[in-house]
């Protein structure tokens, strides 16, 4: 019984308990901090949590994929790297915290932001229908309280929508579970790669309430109508939390699934749907980001467009598309996170940095912050030379190869809607007319370091392509 | 080598931020200087310059590669000497930022034009978009031409992206530029349209015009001359060196439909020139005229006239940047470019009627000059290629455009002198300084343009190797 | 050899450093002149000249090398570059070049010295000079090309030469407008000879002389056309019908300009350019009636527009224009040596007319209206005793120069078998001699009618102000005097080295030009000759008896106010061209430019790409509108979604 | 008890349970207060419990029960958390009707 | 099969009763019916223990919760006054629409031919009910839920936790609080000006 489970399964799944205990430390470590620290006291703790972790996974990166815990969670180069782009994001995550939000809340919030993680990270390397649902519902379960944590009724409000539509999408999610385990008589993915099953409705109709839970989380059209609400009212870090972490996590099940889990994927119609939606929600994105006052929501629809472009990667189910789709998902955390840094430098008590107008005249207050701000959102519009230029280009090959040409069509669409978006802030930017300055708070050099380290990663990965090779999403 | 061409305008361009915001002399200095020395290397340096860089290997194999070796040499050296003109005669409110941009544009330009890889092409090539933007915002009149000058010609990049991810994909490596070998299949008519089309908006050709007659008239008259002169020939180069080599049979089949179109710009652009009353419209307009006259020759798929646009490119490159720096020093003594207000300036400004006339007159084809040598030889190939009544069509706007070039010239430096405008004083040594090179240029290849011919005839490896009917001799 | 005892090889190739001295000398004076005329002022003028002067005793120093000739090839050939295989450059001199070179340099020389006086207190005399050693570069360029690309570009020079000195008072609004008028013809002309160069190109491979004309019939089935267009470039350049209408208007430009570039050289360009391609002439029947019908009407309707005009300049404009008719005829029926032959002697009468009203309207500081001269004969008596000479001359009168050649081009007509053109060629002698000696008349006899009222001689004010030249102070007089003396004894002297068919003329062209044996015409050349004078004495009869009796003298201002309202309207407006023109060319353009700027444009083209952005944002909206805020409603379209995906699995995944 | 252990045919049990689905979404899109939008989305998890137990029964294999029991867990925290957010809403406004709480929109 | 029947009836009946009873304390009832008969069901379904979970989770733990919650709420004004029914008119036909979508799964699920073969009875099972090692006993459960899936297991902890401290967050350090209608409209507007002032650029 207990040589049931080896050390290497335990390896497996370190870094999730690393993160999962260290927020329990955080916990305990404010009681003992002093009032005035306990804010710094939190972050460092999370952030140090997070970095073992990381490094933790990191160590075994070149290991071999194996399964732990009888295929609950597949360890292997997919798991690690989305677990270290979790890890990233939440660690930008809680660096923006420096400046926003109650201090005395702030371990609570740190154990949450940590729990959240670990739940993401567990989907990463989820290989069975028990564990995906648990992740998620630990990622969403903490994400519901943390949107609701402030004074604002925005974020109370977006915490309510929040919970309630994203309970019901799991109900579809699970729903589909049931059918798809009463498909398969097992919860295992790699169950239901059984070519028998592509004959059986049970598991198409459960597949297809699966794949609806999962285009929820990602935001996908028509399942994106929470995100933009939910952005706008959340704090500024946890917008830019979800704005990642959810999608990574989910990201990860679906790539999962959809090479593990369908019937001779590459041909079947099973997946079209999906693919589908993500071209709706490119569009439907970039157009929604076009009258935008405020840059939490106006992210929240790129983000709706940018994840379309990313599963649209996956379209074909290619072997490179996989390395194509985190390629660009890598990229979009850092622009998506430094314009989420850069919002959280510019802001102020009375509004969070995040209405689009705080932002009119920043090149001559702070020329140096406006260009790097220019320098993401010309990532996000696809701007050389950026990685977001390069990912299009790979993503665009992808299509192109795998015989998806309508999926490029409609990326090519749906960037040149959103150029205007993007660039009407640069010009606000850099418009001549300079509004009064804004009582900006004094910044921690910590988000200074996340601006910069996210600006650099966006050039260097242009010319670096870093899209590695041992990262198909095995399910046995 | 050539990295230096597109880093050192860029770090020169960057360094400007360091000094005061209103310095002249200084950001004019370091800017001249650079773009001196990027017009030096590539005469002086042997080779041409080759760096490459192992950029991709999957779905494509794509290395940053870059040399000057054929037509890029020439374009280097427009670019260059644009750039370096335009600098000097820089003289405007905010003069070290406008510097700085005119320096990134020379930058990502010098990047277009030296990459051998398609994909490295295509990067610059949206690069380049960016400093005529931000000087339409800092400069521009009406804040919509900024967003239809880049939402326009953005839509053509994302086209030439998708163009190069497919050619990538199906030819398997983008590192081409400078080969050739032709691209058959299904594929390959579309991977044309797409990288047809965004040429096509950036030259412009006529039913993709409408940004350029607005950002021109609006743009500050340095970045004008050096867009005009060198960005739009961006499109004409991607043609060259893309097009040709690799889907030449894809252009046979549709020369037609860009036969038809460079002659209605042709018409078109000259047509519209005749009536306009912004000076910046007129030579705006003409150059549409003009370009619509390269397409013609390199649609025509015949050596002698791609020969022809070589020279033309440059030709036009000259008297466009010249005209355009002449409007800016006139609007900025009189306050205005208005054909109908101006006039009578030559009998106070004798330099300025000099330079000016000299300009229009390359405009207009004057023999001797280097437009009329790029006239002549492309509609001499084209006749060549077969084309008989394209040819005869196209010597109407010959015509027209001594009538709207002498109209532009006469109306502003001819007839009595107009009593309410300021009649400032003749061109100063540095603004002279700035139009001298180019109008010099402007003569020597006129009359000896045998390098750009030569160059244009080995540019032609395609043609040689396309079906017959493409290259269409008279039987 | 070819057949048409042109040689393959023009001239015979070699290195001839006096071609360059003769071509880049005036070059060299127009930029001196351009860049330092500031510092040089009135010592620019002697420069100008005196560079004229050299190359003309240069080009002297070059007849031996122009005239040699050595197993048939004939001249000197010098080649400069090569643009690429087939469009190689050259100089050739031979005998047609050398003649037009002697004309532009003696005869311009001459002009140059006499414009020092004429432009003397011009302020912008260096300026002037400049311009007028540049044509003289361009028309060199223009003759001693050895291709046809080398002679586009002189003829494009040329023409921007004649721009800047029709607009040289460029703040003159009529100059200006004139100027440009000139110049856009003119480019007509020139884009005509570019197509041309497209066709010779295309089937020939080469643009030089040699090798076009070495077997013009390879060109067929273009010959014909390759003329035609060819000759579009010499009617615009030549002010032939109906491209003529620029010419009268280009009198806008200083005196001295109007005689070299609108009488002696410039305009006979086109002249030069049927003669340089008699083979292909020689080798198209077609082109020949084509061009012969045209020099014949354009040599009538000149001669008719002379006898209606007021305006000193302009009439001389008008005889030009016919004089270059008959060029044009004798050159078109393919009597070469006589086209040329013409266009020598004209060179001098007509520079000799131009020069001597020069110095009438110099007298009457800037009066060119012959209403309000008259009495000239006392106060310019140089004037009056060389136009003499030169009005006998291009009247065809023994034994003055333009006799000769006049007879040779009627006659040469008639020996081509175009009987027509003989009876109008003759006619217009008449027509020519009536309103040349109504100028003579009425310009010297009788007094002085300056200070009368211009009303009283129907002289109408304002159209009339528009033709002032700018006053200027007198210069030494002999400046002035000298050229028109000489130029008045070579309107005498100029013909007699064309007298018989065997003269030193007909040997000196023996072997430029095909030769053909003709049948003897019906008529023979003494009648023509006979009839010719005849004709003459008519004109010059009716015109003395209009203006030159006593009684005719006595009340001159009533005759001539009489005579200026019953002109008949056709020939006051020289037949409506400049009217047709308008309507045909310039107005449509206009319209069409402003149909598409002001509606294609902006509603059409940039209609489409305006949709595009409204579609967008309202779609952006519609995006948006569904963002209601509503709880439910976001529940409503998840659900909706769901069971949307819900369907589509159940039907793909075969429950039925 | 040997009679039959499975009292009815499994595709009973999927139709029961699609109903009760059914019903949950329903009560989602229809009720606006807050609570019962809860206690519907209860309905559904309990829906997909049932059937993940009949189907446990059907293959023998008692990994529904333990799903089961899992989302019964996740179920409570779930409902705790809710019920949390819905008494902070209701404090910043004085009642819970979910039409009213729309300051978010666009 | 019988007792199925009347089990599925007692089930939609308590279900609908939930979705539409007036007031929330009578759907919590609904529920809780619900809740019984579902316990019964998967006693029939031979998972006892997930049957005595069932009572003693949702039954004891949930629904009480959801009372205690009312029970707070209604100490406010008027908690469960509801305001004009903002739901534009094109929701009704699409709300019919999805109804009918669904209707058409069930219907399509119900149609479904299924692998597993329905009342496949094995032996296994064979054996005193609530005897370990038999299928769906706490045994046989425990043994499942300590060995193979002890890692959800362990996930459930951390699910817990964040219940815990979330809600303490949320709701733990609020100072007491009297909602009054003016209270209540001093945030309303407070907030409507805060939405207008973002709005207006």
Known sequence: ?476 | ?475 | MSAYGVSHHMGIDGNYPVLFVIWLLPLAGAILNWAFGPQLQRMSAWLGSAVLAVSFIATLAAWGIGTQSSDGALGAHQALFSWFPGFNFGLLLDPLALIWVLIITGVGFLIHLYSIGYMWSDSAIARFFAYMNFFVFAMLTLVLSDNFVGLLVGWGLVGLASYFLIGFWFFKPTAVAAARKAFVINVVGDVGIMFAIFIIFARIGSISFADVFANPHALDPWLFWTCVFLFIGAAAKSAQLPLHTWLPDAMEGPTPVSALIHAATMVTAGVYLVARCAPLWSASHDAQTLVGTVGCLTALAGALLGTAQWDIKRILAYSTMSQIGYMIMGVGVTAYSAGVAHFFTHAFFKACLFLGSGIIIHELSDEQDIRLMGGMRQRAPVAFWAMLSAVLAISGCPPFAGYFSKDRVIYGALEHGYVWMWVVGLITAGITAYYMFRLFFVTFLGTYRGDLDPASVGVDREEHAAHQEPHHAHAPAWLMAVPVGVLGVFSLIGGWIMVTPSSPWAHFFAQSFPRETLPPPAISEAVTTALAIVMLLAGAAVAYARYATAPALADAPERLRRETQTLPAILVHLYYFNELIDVLFVRPARAAGAFFSQWVDPHFVDGAVREVVITNRFLGTLVRSFQTGLLRAYALIVVFGAACFAVYYALAGGAR | ?106 | MIEFAILAFVLIVSAIFVITASKPIYSVVGLLAHFAALAVMYFSLAAEFLAVIQVIVYSGAILMLFLFVIALLSSGVSPFAEGPNRLPKIAVPALAFVLILLGFCVYAAARAPVAANAGAVSASIAGPVGAANVFGSVGDFGRALFTVYLLPFEITAFILMVAVIGVILLAGDATPYVPTRRRARLVEREMREAVLRAGEE
């Open chain 2, 1 to 475: 080598m050539s990295l230096v061409l597109i880093l050192l305008p860029l770090l020169a361009g960057a360094v400007l931020f360091a000094l005061p915001a209103t310095d002249r002399t200084a950001s004019r200095a370091i800017g001249c200087v650079a773009a001196a020395i990027t017009f030096l290397l590539p005469l002086v340096s042997q080779g041409d310059g080759n760096v490459t860089a192992h950029w991709l290997s999957r779905p494509f194999t794509a290395s940053l590669h870059f040399a000057w070796s054929g037509i890029s040499f020439w374009l280097v050296l427009l670019l260059a000497l644009c750039t370096f003109c335009a600098i000097l005669s820089t003289n405007m409110n905010r003069p070290r930022v406008m510097i700085a941009l005119l320096l990134m544009l020379e930058g990502s330009m010098m990047g277009v034009f030296t990459a051998r890889d398609v994909l490295a092409f295509a990067l610059f090539w949206d690069l380049m978009l960016i400093p005529p933007f931000f000087a339409l915002v800092g400069w521009g009149g009406h804040r919509e031409t900024a967003w239809r000058y880049l939402i326009y010609n953005f839509a053509g990049g994302l086209l030439l992206l998708l163009a190069t991810a497919a050619f990538g994909v199906i030819y398997g490596s983008t590192d081409v530029i400078g080969t050739s070998h032709q691209l058959l299949g299904a594929w390959a008519p579309w991977i044309f349209a797409a990288f047809a089309f965004a040429f096509a908006v950036k030259t412009p050709v006529f039913p993709l015009h409408t940004w350029m007659p607005a950002t021109y008239a609006d743009s500050p008259p340095p970045m004008v001359s050096v867009v005009s002169a060198v960005q739009s020939k961006a499109g004409v180069y991607g043609l060259l060196v893309i097009c040709l080599p690799f889907l030449s049979a894809a252009m046979a089949q549709t020369r037609w439909i860009f036969i038809i179109m460079g002659l209605v710009s042709l018409l078109y652009g000259a047509y519209v020139a005749l009536v306009q009353t912004d000076g910046k419209r007129v030579v705006a307009y003409s150059s549409l005229s003009h370009l619509g006259l390269i397409i013609l020759g390199i649609f025509s798929l015949n050596p002698i006239a791609i020969a022809g646009v070589i020279v033309y490119i440059v030709a036009h490159g000259l008297f466009s940047a010249a005209l355009f720096l002449i409007l800016g020093y006139v609007e900025q003594r009189e306050g205005t470019r208005s054909l109908t207000r101006l006039g009578g300036l030559g009998a106070h400004n004798p330099k300025l009627a000099g330079a000016f006339t000299i300009a229009a007159l390359g405009a207009l084809g004057l023999p001797g000059l280097a437009g009329f040598a790029g006239e002549l030889v492309i509609l001499t190939g084209v006749f060549k290629a077969g084309l008989f009544w394209p040819a005869l069509i196209a010597l109407i706007p010959i015509v027209l455009a001594s009538a709207y070039m002498l109209r532009l010239l006469q109306d502003i430096i001819n007839g009595p002198e107009v009593a309410d405008i300021p009649q400032r004083a003749d061109l100063t040594l540095t603004e002279a300084l700035a139009l001298a090179p180019l109008l010099a240029a402007l003569v020597v290849v006129g009359c000896y343009p045998h390098a750009l011919l030569s160059t244009g005839f080995s540019a032609m490896p395609s043609v040689a190797a396309a079906p017959a009917a493409v290259v269409g001799e008279r039987p």
């Open chain 4, 1 to 106: 008890m040997h009679a039959s252990l499975l009292p009815a045919a499994i595709l009973d049990y999927i139709s029961l349970s699609f109903v009760i689905f059914a019903i949950g979404v329903a009560g989602v899109l229809l009720r606006r207060n807050p609570l019962i939008m809860l206690m519907s989305i209860e309905l559904m998890w309990n829906a997909a419990n049932l059937l993940f137990l009949a189907f446990a029964r059907a293959w023998l294999n008692n990994a529904g029960h333990i799903f089961a029991f899992l989302v019964i867990t996740v179920a409570a925290a779930e409902a705790a958390i809710g019920l949390a957010i819905v008494v902070v809403v209701f404090r910043s406004r004085a009642n819970v009707d979910v039409d009213e709480v729309a300051l978010l929109k666009g």
């Open chain 1, 1 to 476: 019984m207990n040589n049931l489970f080896t050390a290497q399964d335990w390896n497996a799944v370190a870094p999730l308990f690393i993160v999962g205990c260290v927020a329990l430390l955080v916990l305990l470590a404010d009681l003992a901090a002093p009032k005035h620290a306990n804010r710094y006291v939190s972050i460092g703790i999370g952030i140090a949590g997070l970095a073992a972790g990381g490094v933790y996974a990191g160590m075994q990166y070149y290991a071999p994929a194996y399964d732990a815990f009888g295929g609950g969670f597949i360890n292997g180069g997919f798991t690690i790297v989305f677990e270290e782009i979790i890890i990233v994001a939440a660690m930008f995550s809680l660096a923006m915290c420096a400046n926003i939000g109650r201090a005395d809340r702030m371990a609570g919030v740190t154990a949450l932001i940590l729990w959240s993680t670990s739940g993401a990270m567990l989907m990463a390397g989820a290989a069975n229908l028990m564990t995906i649902f648990l992740g998620l519902e630990l990622l969403s379960l903490a994400l519901y309280c943390l949107c609701g944590l402030s004074d604002r009724p925005a974020a109370q409000e977006s915490a309510l929508k929040y919970l309630i539509l994203s309970s019901t999408a799991s109900g579809f999610l699970l729903f589909g579970m049931a059918l798809l385990f009463g498909a398969s008589g097992s919860v295992l993915l790699s169950a239901l790669a059984a070519p028998a099953l592509a004959a059986n409705p049970l598991y198409w109709i459960g597949a297809g309430l699966f794949l609806v839970g999962l285009a929820f989380k990602l935001s996908l059209a028509p399942f994106h109508v929470w995100s933009p609400d939910v952005y706008e009212g959340a704090p500024l870090p946890i917008t830019a939390f979800m704005s990642v972490v959810t999608k990574a996590g989910t990201l990860a099940v679906f790539a999962r699934f959809a090479y593990g889990a369908v019937p001779h994927a590459s041909s079947s119609p099973l997946l079209i749907p999906f693919f589908i939606v993500a071209g709706i929600s490119m569009i439907v994105g970039n157009l929604g980001m076009l009258a935008q006052t405020d840059i939490k929501r106006l992210l929240a629809y790129s983000g709706i467009a940018q994840i379309g472009y990313v599963v649209a990667a996956l379209a074909g189910t290619s072997a490179l598309g996989v390395r194509y789709a985190i390629y660009y998902l890598v990229a979009y955390t850092f622009m998506n996170l430094g314009v989420f840094a850069i919002a959280a430098l510019s802001s102020s008590d009375n509004e969070e940095g995040s209405r689009i107008a705080s932002f009119q005249g920043l090149a001559h207050r702070r020329p140096v912050l406006a260009a790097v701000m220019s320098l993401f959102l010309l990532a996000l519009a696809g701007f050389p030379p950026t990685a977001g230029f390069l990912g299009k280009i790979l993503i665009l090959s992808t299509n192109v190869g795998t015989g998806f040409a309508w999926l490029a069509g409609l990326l090519i669409a749906g960037t040149a809607i959103s150029l205007y978006a993007y660039f009407k802030i640069i010009r606000l930017m850099y418009e001549p007319h300079v509004r009064p300055h804004e009582t900006v708070r004094a910044a921690a050099p910590l988000a200074y370091v996340s601006v910069a380290v996210c600006a650099v990663v966006v050039i260097v990965m242009t010319f670096y392509p870093f899209t590695p090779s041992n990262v198909l999403p095995l399910v046995k």
